[in-house]
Nanobody, 125 residues
Framework: QVQLVESGGDLVQAGGFLRLSCTAFGLASRYLAMAWFRQAPGKEREGVSC????????YYVDSVKGRFTVSRDNNKNTLSLQLNDLKPEDTAMYYCAAAFGSSCLGSPAPRITHWGQGTQVTVSS
């Protein structure tokens, strides 16, 4: 059974930082591109960042460029997202996701095959 388990969400003040983690179970995630999505109340889910299977190529939505950093450890089947200089508009449920293939295809929002359950990030002003 495939499971993507996120952790690290919290309530922080604007300007603060968090580190989200995701561990993949039952999935050869090292061969897949992995991504982070987020969904704020009343808004559509959006792709935040994608990292290809090798970790060499990364992609970000414009609103987080320079503030968020995605990384992965294929030996541990883990995916991370460092969130710095957080803003109230970053408040959302953040989801870890496994992509359909090994490449992000140049996008922070690749086609997804598996989703995690989400971890809540709340940024107060």
């Amino acid at each position: 059974q495939v499971q993507l388990v996120e952790s690290g969400g919290d309530l922080v003040q604007a300007g603060g930082f968090l580190r989200l983690s995701c561990t993949a179970f039952g999935l050869a995630s090292r061969y897949l591109a992995m991504a982070w999505f987020r969904q704020a109340p009343g808004k559509e889910r959006e792709g935040v960042s994608c990292i290809d299977y090798s970790g060499v190529n990364t992609y970000y939505v414009d609103s987080v460029k320079g503030r968020f950093t995605v990384s992965r450890d294929n030996n541990k089947n883990t995916l991370s997202l460092q969130l710095n200089d957080l803003k109230p508009e970053d408040t959302a449920m953040y989801y870890c996701a496994a992509a359909f293939g090994s490449s992000c295809l140049g996008s922070p929002a690749p086609r997804i095959t598996h989703w995690g359950q989400g971890t809540q990030v709340t940024v107060s002003s």
